[in-house]
């Protein structure tokens, strides 16, 4: 995303018009340049990238405000789950045209959240393209050396944590799709708008990042679904779990819809689009992160431990008897 002040070609004027306002970094060179420069203060860059794809990650149909929120946040979600302070992102928008109509408030939002986060535009770059839009974020954050918070840590006897609550982004997928959800919400009008806000806009957790390094052994932020997250992080600590799906934090419109048989529990588990955040704990700091949430204005739940083994997590009911997932996350392919 680099304009060249000589020249005034369209996709030049593009990036001063929409864009130029957001590189608010000095390193950014106010787009003229073809790279940034992005200090380290002595600390460990975190980096991570998500896209965000239409007919896949939103529908074309959203709007371009919220559009724009999701594809940055979904980035600040997994560097708070590293427990790393955001420091800038660039940004790849493949368009299939310029309308101001939707540039313009796409913009304006991304802008907003830049501001928001702490985290602003440090360049990119603009294509055209006769399929879907795509808009690709890579966001960088900073930790203090050798603090950065991986999925290798869970150990035996932590308890697992999740932040917020779980399945609400996909029960406001399917709301905006017409499914069940939608037919049985049709004379709630406020849970349907809080379930579709969910979906459109995620929330990222980034106020309990110090308190997740601080306290966690291991994190991920819940992205694909909780059953296939906590999976992950399991296979790659070497460990198992137990989760108590009674303790699972559901919404009120999400637990209603589950109680009406609207919904079903694996649907909520294994749904994604959540970016909340999952960690594991020492026993002895659990209450410490906990209190860090409620400070934040966050609900953080405990759901589970952590067990030794190689098996894949065990769901419990109420009963103590195991849930058969057959499905864990959502997967591209």
Known sequence: MTQDRTQSSPEDSLIARYFKPLATDPGAFGLVDDAAVLSSSGDDIVVTTDAVVEGVHYLATDPPDTIARKALRVNLSDLAAKGATPAGFVLTLALRSKEDAWLRPFADALGEDAKEFACPLLGGDTVSTPGPQMISITAFGRVPQGRMVGRTGARPG????????????ALGLDVLTGGA?????????AAREALVSRYRVPQPRNPLARAVRDHATAAMDVSDGLAGDLTKLCAASGVSATVDVTSVPFSAAAASLVARNVACVETLLAGGDDYEVLCTVPPAQVDA???AGRAAGLAVTAIGTIVAGKQGPRFLDGQGQELVLRRLSYSHF
């Open 289 to 291: 992160l906990m209190a």
């Open 158 to 169: 932590d308890r697992i944590l999740v932040t917020g609550t779980i399945g609400d982004a």
């Open 181 to 189: 959800a939608a037919a049985a919400l049709a004379t709630d009008p």
